[in-house]
């Protein structure tokens, strides 16, 4: 058998990491992690809470196998720009992300499968934003907040909706909890302690959220073939209604559930996501099937 550190550091020699302001709309900050001869690429947009660097580590094992992958930090999280937790229309979020879109299948050394990704918040903004501006060749979901489980009385909700104009940008008096997103103490502490993480969100950024979510009643399918992984016990994503309304959308989808995971797949399974992705993408793509051999060891 090869040596599993010497393979790893012979592919990591392959992956260049950097970061940059995309300028085109104001300040989005991208990470990217590119190798020479990309078999696909995969733009990832990352959850609530987070930004991009939380995913570096899953980018870098799908680069070991060729996959170039670009992880913007959305408005307002990381060192994006933008009000901290707030939006004023969800719209802004699929806008910026059609932008970086163009510019990433721009940057491509040669024509590749594009994917499309993302988890929760996300993966909410690649289904959408996959239905209308971006036609990506393939959608990836992690985790998808297609629905929650917490959600305003509908009255409520009408009279807040009418009035976020006013009481928008109230927060909370307590920050975003962070129970249940993985099972690992560690990550929930990092979360906690690093200083560009979003915990507190504004009540317009919630509304958005929430009506965001009705985008989806859309007749239109999404016709390129998807992937989307739930956590059979998530306490935030309301996976049984995500996934069913899933199922009405994605005409050529698949749709599995990790066991051992809580609402952050890629935080509790890294390893195991990353080769259901190498997986699936070997399968659905079949003219750029990802060689044996360049998936880790580490992973199979």
């Known amino acids: 058998m090869r040596d599993a550190s010497r393979f790893i550091t012979s592919a990591m020699d ?16 991208i ?15 990352h959850a609530s809470a987070v930004h991009s660097g ?3 580590p899953f980018a870098i ?3 070991q196998a060729n996959i170039r992958v670009w992880l913007p930090d959305l408005r307002g999280h990381g060192r994006s720009f933008g009000t901290s937790g707030h939006i004023r229309s969800f719209d802004d979020y699929v806008q910026d992300a059609t932008l970086v879109w163009q510019h990433f299948k721009a940057s491509s050394p040669h024509p590749v499968p594009t994917i499309l ?8 903004i690649a289904a959408i934003a996959a239905q209308q501006e971006i036609r990506p ?40 909890p962070l129970r249940g ?3 690992h103490p ?5 979360i906690t302690r690093d200083p560009l993480s979003t915990r507190y969100y504004t009540l317009a950024f919630l509304l958005q959220l929430l009506h965001a979510q009705h985008h989806l009643l859309r007749p239109e399918d999404i016709e390129c073939p998807s992937l989307a992984i739930f956590s059979p016990d998530d306490p935030i994503v309301d996976t049984a209604t995500s996934s069913k309304c899933l199922e009405a959308k994605l005409s050529r989808g698949q749709i599995r559930f990790m066991d051992g995971t809580r609402h952050s797949v890629v935080a509790d399974a890294p390893d195991r996501l990353a080769a259901a992705f190498l997986n699936w993408y070997r399968q659905s793509f079949t003219e750029f099937s990802v060689p044996t051999d360049s998936i880790p060891l580490n992973i199979e």
């Open 54 to 56: 939380f995913y570096v």
């Open 117 to 124: 990704a993302g988890e929760s918040l996300g993966a909410l």
């Open 181 to 183: 997103v993985t099972h």
């Open 137 to 176: 060749h393939g959608l990836f979901l992690s985790s998808p907040a297609l629905a929650l489980h917490f959600n305003f009385p509908p009255h409520l909700g009408r009279y807040l909706w009418r009035l976020q104009h006013v009481v928008g940008r109230l927060h909370p008096m307590l920050p975003l």
């Open 61 to 63: 094992t799908l680069a």
């Open 186 to 190: 560690n990550i929930t502490d990092l």
């Open 14 to 29: 392959k992956i260049s990491l950097h970061a940059h302001y995309f300028p085109a709309r104001h300040s989005l900050y």
């Open 31 to 45: 990470r990217t992690i590119d190798v020479p001869n990309p078999i696909g690429q995969m733009l990832f947009l």
